[in-house]
């Protein structure tokens, strides 16, 4: 039995399993899976790329965490994001670390975020996935406050889809996955 304190060890963290990731509410990649963590944030202002999102560890940027993918660096040499995203119908285990990690994991002033992806087994294993994102699922979205076309000394509120225009998206996604041996005990 594991104590309840490791003595031999400072990192903080969490250790997320399949059956963990399966009861939370996440996106449709493993980055949407470490906000959970106390002290990491997705903030819209510290990344790079197109998106300029990015995972704040600690108040430390994007560019200041490292990616692991099965503990293979993916972290982006450029803007320092990960490099590789991972579907979370592929993961196994996401292993967080926040501070107190091992020399292994140097580079980092963030985080470290390494992804076990799933593999075969003994037994023969599937499952069927779907699916939906789209405007029927949102709410009633704000109304803008901008200036008055007729006075533009005056501030007034429009209607989002008068402001932006309708928009009616719909976007169904399916896929399937299978897992077992090809020999067993062996391959």
């Given at each position: 039995?594991?104590?309840l304190?490791d003595v031999?060890?400072a990192?903080q963290?969490?250790?997320?399993?399949r059956?963990y990731i399966?009861k939370?509410?996440?996106g449709?990649?493993?980055?949407?899976?470490?906000?959970?963590?106390?002290?990491?944030?997705?903030?819209?202002?510290?990344?790079?790329?197109e998106?300029?999102?990015?995972?704040?560890?600690?108040?430390?940027?994007?560019g200041?965490?490292v990616?692991?993918?099965?503990g293979?660096?993916?972290?982006?040499?450029?803007?320092?994001r990960?490099?590789?995203?991972?579907?979370?119908d592929?993961?196994?285990?996401?292993?967080?670390?926040?501070?107190?990690?091992?020399?292994?994991?140097?580079g980092?002033?963030?985080?470290?975020?390494?992804?076990?992806?799933?593999?075969?087994?003994?037994?023969f294993?599937?499952?069927i996935?779907?699916y939906?994102?789209?405007?029927?699922l949102?709410g009633?979205?704000?109304n803008?406050?901008?200036?008055?076309?007729?006075?533009?000394?005056?501030?007034?509120?429009?209607?989002?889809d008068?402001?932006y225009g309708?928009?009616?998206i719909h976007r169904?996604e399916?896929?399937?996955?299978?897992?077992?041996?090809?020999?067993k005990?062996?391959l």
């Amino acid at each position: 039995e594991a104590p309840l304190i490791d003595v031999k060890s400072a990192s903080q963290g969490l250790d997320m399993s399949r059956d963990y990731i399966n009861k939370l509410p996440k996106g449709r990649n493993f980055i949407s899976l470490v906000t959970i963590v106390p002290g990491v944030n997705d903030e819209p202002m510290l990344g790079g790329g197109e998106t300029g999102r990015g995972i704040s560890v600690d108040g430390a940027s994007e560019g200041e965490n490292v990616y692991f993918i099965d503990g293979t660096d993916t972290t982006n040499i450029v803007i320092g994001r990960s490099g590789q995203r991972v579907n979370y119908d592929f993961v196994n285990e996401v292993q967080f670390k926040s501070s107190g990690y091992q020399a292994e994991f140097g580079g980092s002033v963030g985080g470290v975020i390494n992804v076990i992806t799933r593999s075969g087994s003994n037994e023969f294993h599937g499952e069927i996935l779907g699916y939906y994102s789209g405007t029927a699922l949102e709410g009633k979205r704000r109304n803008i406050l901008t200036r008055d076309w007729d006075d533009s000394s005056k501030a007034v509120y429009m209607a989002y889809d008068d402001y932006y225009g309708k928009s009616d998206i719909h976007r169904v996604e399916g896929g399937f996955g299978l897992g077992g041996y090809i020999v067993k005990d062996r391959l």
